[in-house]
């Protein structure tokens, strides 16, 4: 019995070969017209957004915090309702100056133009909010102390008084000046030296809740002054209830 020669069975088939040539073509130019029509058909931008959201699959989720909220005077938190919000900032070197906010509003401050070398005053209407009268005395040249004395004398019962100091506001404050601001309850204007930064709120009239931020010092040290020749700032910021109605 004869072997059957199978290689003929295998033999290459010219016809067949060409007709799956032309097939891988042609399915390749109808894939290709296919995405091109799909890329039309499709906005870039939803495109563009379907690749993102795929390259963003078992990404982490990014959680973004939304923007603070500003408060009244720059305050990290709001104050309650019915009360007054305040920040007292004193000077600096030569460049920084003092500032009084109440309310949001500059009472005080280089970009009203009003703050001078010395020891800068406001005077606030405890019922009203508004602001009366503001005037700095400057306690390096000239007889200013008296003048100071009556300013602050002269503030009616009710009354708001912020004070702080521009450079030096020591040299010419006189003893009856010191003993005004004392009866308003500070424990460091006998304290005050060349050049020291301080702050000072105070109430004519009426009492300020306990534990509310009333006075800051900070004296110069020649080693330890973040200027030459001046301390750091000092700042002293809060919330004032106000009158029960």
């Not at 009472?107 to 503001?134: E, F, P, Q, R, S």
């Amino acid at each position: 019995m004869m072997a059957v020669d199978t290689d003929a069975s295998r033999a290459w088939n010219p016809q067949g070969s060409a007709f799956k040539a032309v097939f891988l073509i042609f399915a390749s130019v109808c894939a290709w017209y296919a995405g091109y029509l799909l890329a039309e058909l499709i906005p870039d931008a939803s495109l563009s957004s379907a690749v993102y959201n795929l390259r963003s699959i078992g990404e982490k989720p990014v959680l973004k915090a939304p923007a603070p909220r500003r408060q009244k005077c720059d305050h990290w938190t709001p104050c309650p309702a019915n009360s007054y919000a305040y920040r007292i900032l004193s000077g600096g070197g030569k460049n920084n100056y003092a500032k009084i906010c109440f309310e949001d509003e500059l009472l005080i401050g280089d970009k009203i133009g009003n703050v001078a070398n010395g020891i800068n005053i406001a005077i606030v209407n405890y019922v009203t909010g508004k602001v009366t009268a503001t005037r700095c005395f400057d306690m390096h040249e000239g007889d200013n102390s008296g003048a100071m004395t009556a300013f602050i004398q002269s503030a009616p019962p009710k009354s708001l008084l912020f004070m702080v100091t521009q450079d030096d506001g020591s040299s010419r404050l006189k003893d009856s000046a010191k003993s005004a601001i004392e009866a308003l309850g500070s424990t460091e204007i006998r304290n005050l030296q060349f050049r020291a930064s301080w702050a000072f709120l105070a109430a004519k009239g009426f009492k300020l809740p306990a534990g509310i931020q009333r006075e800051k010092i900070n004296l110069s040290d020649g080693k330890k002054n973040r200027y030459s020749g001046w301390p750091a700032e000092v700042q002293i910021e809060g919330c004032v209830p106000k009158e029960a109605s």
